[in-house]
């Protein structure tokens, strides 16, 4: 039935459905690859106010860094200032407060992550840690990301991520915390745990692993090539990870990210994030997980992507690509 028919799958993480329709793809095509001069871009642009030296639209400026920088938002969304809402029992309002911070990956303007050093990544992994550890001291969630390339809204092409830390769990978190919890108290088992063990041995989703991580298409993806990183080790945050598992991090990456430059030939856009234990659970967090999402919106080209529209706004999620086929594509590109 999952090949050729339509049929849903199930959200682990979240309780959702997503509905796969194969049946979609007899239509031929053949996605168009794309060299959009990625590799052209300068390694210092004089007009981003994210390169060394450079000031930034909020009037400061930049250090002239060698290695990962981080700076408060100029622009928040969050602010570590108390507010009172005046909500009620229909239209309800609560106060929300917390700061953000932007990572600089790298001073160098044409760099990603996919096309960095090791040693370069390693640096941003490290960073991440660091963050986290720092920031989920003082808030109850800290959440690190990347939105990568003008289709994701991005607003500067320096390689660089955000994290905002909030004194609340954001809704898609308290769901994962929700299910991971339930799974863990029914089956004495980390929900993501058991999902590594068994892509692992099933193969038809499993995109790269190491001795410390996987990297997997979902079993309920619902963007195209969509991929989720998984810690097979007990790391439950960022900064549970030490030496080894840290540089296998950096090695994942190393492979999965340039599998998605060569898929259409372009610098692969996408929006991808942390999702570790709130810190505002303290030491109740024995069902987490580590793991990190990627969402890629191209379909079947370097300009066509898949739009959420109609029935996914209206019904549910719904793909034509199969997971299985999309992990099968993208390990056709590594190398």
């Not at 981080?70 to 928040?76: I, K, M, R």
């Not at 960095?116 to 989920?136: H, I, N, P, Q, Y």
């Not at 905002?164 to 769990?169: G, I, K, N, P, V």
């Not at 041995?201 to 619902?222: M, S, T």
């Amino acid at each position: 039935m999952t090949e050729t028919q339509p049929h849903r799958r199930m959200n682990l993480l979240t309780g959702e459905y997503v509905l796969v329709s194969p049946q979609r793809m007899a239509r031929p095509w053949q996605g168009e690859r794309k060299n959009d001069g990625i590799h052209n871009r300068p390694a210092h642009e004089p007009d981003c106010y994210l390169c060394p030296g450079n000031e930034r639209s909020g009037g400061t400026a930049n250090p002239d860094y060698g290695d990962t920088y981080v700076f408060p938002n100029d622009f928040p969304a969050l602010l570590d200032e108390s507010s009172e809402r005046a909500g009620d029992q229909l239209f309800v309002e609560e106060p929300a407060r917390g700061e953000a911070r932007v990572i600089c990956y790298s001073p160098d303007h044409s760099a990603t992550l996919a096309r960095m050093t090791g040693e370069g990544r390693r640096a941003v992994v490290d960073t991440w840690c660091d963050l986290s550890d720092d920031l989920g001291s003082r808030w109850a969630n800290v959440q690190i990301f990347e939105n990568k390339g003008a289709m994701m809204g991005a607003s500067s092409p320096h390689p660089h991520g955000q994290v905002w830390a909030s004194d609340f769990l954001p809704t898609i978190v308290q769901r994962e915390n929700e299910r991971q919890r339930n799974y863990y108290e029914n089956c004495g088992d980390t929900l993501l745990g058991e999902v590594a063990r068994r892509e692992l041995g099933d193969g038809k989703r499993l995109i790269a692993h190491n001795e410390h991580w996987i990297a997997i298409v979902p079993h309920w993806a619902a963007w195209p090539f969509e991929t989720l990183l998984v810690a097979r080790g007990d790391f439950r945050r960022l900064e549970d990870i030490r030496e080894e598992g840290r540089s296998a991090l950096a090695d994942i990456l190393g492979t999965l990210l340039p599998a998605y430059d060569r898929l259409f030939d372009t610098d692969f856009p996408y929006s991808m994030g942390w999702h570790g234990a709130p810190h505002g659970l303290g030491a109740d967090c024995a069902h987490w997980r580590l793991h990190a999402h990627f969402y890629p919106p191209l379909l079947r080209s370097a300009d066509i992507r898949k739009h959420m529209v109609g029935f996914e706004l209206l019904g549910e999620t719904q793909r034509d690509l199969t997971p299985e086929a999309a992990a099968e594509r993208i390990r056709a590109e590594l190398r």
